[in-house]
């Protein structure tokens, strides 16, 4: 097994350095049309935002895994511990700097690592919050300043429009799991265990029903449009 301590300081080693230090992370053809500096950086930045959260969510699947309650305890609060020093540090350069979010990908390199900071390190533990939510809830509770600053980032990363449409998801579930945003009256939290066998259960009666019904549909008025994400 991947030690799992490693595996998550690698996860901790900012998107900034990549960023600069990679090769491979020159401008693809599509972004080199971009019409500024600042929105190819921001198409440089988007994608390896992506490909981080990838590597995010398989660290928080190898955490799950963990067969010890108490080694997973320890890990969420080591993470959250983490989550929580960086975005306070990267919050006070961001506020100092004037950065406003959803306007233009800032051009200062220090602002462009605090942003960087935060959009990953919330997106880190919402993931945690979500697959285990429990342990992360239950440390949240009793870490008042931990959760006022996630509370923050969350609303944060929101308005800076710079994730991407699975992590505006993922980061939508979690204010609705925290209580930040009114719970949709069909919310669940889908990577709850318990819930998640209910769900296949329903799922067999949605399908089962489907078919049936596939043939009147088809005659029938159109559906609600789908909701559109960002
Ligand atoms: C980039 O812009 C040039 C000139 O406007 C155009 O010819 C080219 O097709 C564009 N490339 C892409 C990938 O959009
Ligand atoms: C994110 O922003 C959208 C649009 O402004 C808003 O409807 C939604 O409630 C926000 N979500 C969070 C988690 O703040
Ligand atoms: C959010 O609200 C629900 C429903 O009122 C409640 O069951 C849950 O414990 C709350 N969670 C948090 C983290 O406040």
């Not at 998107?15 to 599509?30: P, T």
């Not at 900071?117 to 809830?137: C, F, K, M, R, S």
């Not at 800076?160 to 979690?174: A, F, G, R």
């Amino acid at each position: 097994m991947i030690p799992m301590r490693k595996m998550l300081c690698t996860l901790f080693i900012p998107l900034a350095v990549w960023y600069s230090a990679s090769a491979e992370d020159k401008l693809h053809e599509h972004e080199v049309n971009a019409t500024s500096e600042a929105d190819r950086a921001q198409a440089i930045f988007q994608r390896l935002y992506r490909r981080r959260r990838v590597e995010q969510l398989a660290a928080v699947k190898s955490l799950m895994e963990l067969p010890e309650y108490e080694k997973q305890y320890k890990m969420v609060i080591m993470i959250a511990e983490k989550v929580y020093n960086v975005i306070e540090s990267s919050r006070v350069t961001l506020e100092s700097s004037g950065y406003i979010p959803g306007a233009q990908f800032p051009k200062d390199e220090n602002v462009r690592d605090a942003l960087s900071n935060i959009l990953e390190n919330t997106a880190l533990l919402g993931d945690v919050l979500l697959h285990l939510p429990d342990i992360t809830h239950a440390i949240l509770a009793y870490n008042y300043e931990w959760t006022v600053m996630f509370r923050w980032s969350i609303g944060f990363c929101n308005e800076t429009l710079l994730m991407d449409s699975k992590t505006v998801k993922m980061i939508n579930l979690v204010a609705q799991e925290m209580n930040i945003t009114d719970r949709d009256p069909s919310y669940v939290n889908p990577y709850r265990k318990d819930v998640k066998l209910e769900k296949r259960a329903s799922d067999v009666e949605v399908k089962t029903s489907k078919k049936k019904k596939k043939k009147d549909k088809r005659k029938g008025p159109a559906l609600s449009s789908p909701r559109v994400d960002l």
